[in-house]
């Protein structure tokens, strides 16, 4: 049993996003408790830190959240 998941997250305007996490990661739950209740993140900054040692930060309003998909690998 794998303990992590490829991911990918769409924010409106950009390009999609993919990176592998652990299955346990917070963000994961965030950024689905973001697209359950959109309203509730309407101005709240969201960030993603990614790249090879997490090097590199995406800053994207919670509303601009437009889809998720988590698969195991």
């Given at each position: ?22 299955k346990?990661?917070v ?8 697209l359950?209740?959109?309203t509730?993140?309407?101005?709240k ?8 040692n997490g090097?590199?930060t ?10 998720l ?5």
């Amino acid at each position: 049993s794998n303990q992590y998941v490829e991911v990918s997250v769409q924010v409106q305007d950009m390009q999609q996003l993919e990176f592998v996490c652990p299955k346990d990661a917070v963000i994961l739950n965030t950024l689905q408790e973001v697209l359950q209740n959109p309203t509730e993140y309407t101005n709240k900054l969201l960030f993603l830190n990614y790249g090879q040692n997490g090097e590199q930060t995406l800053y994207f309003p919670g509303s601009s959240l437009l889809g998720l998909n988590i698969a195991a690998i």
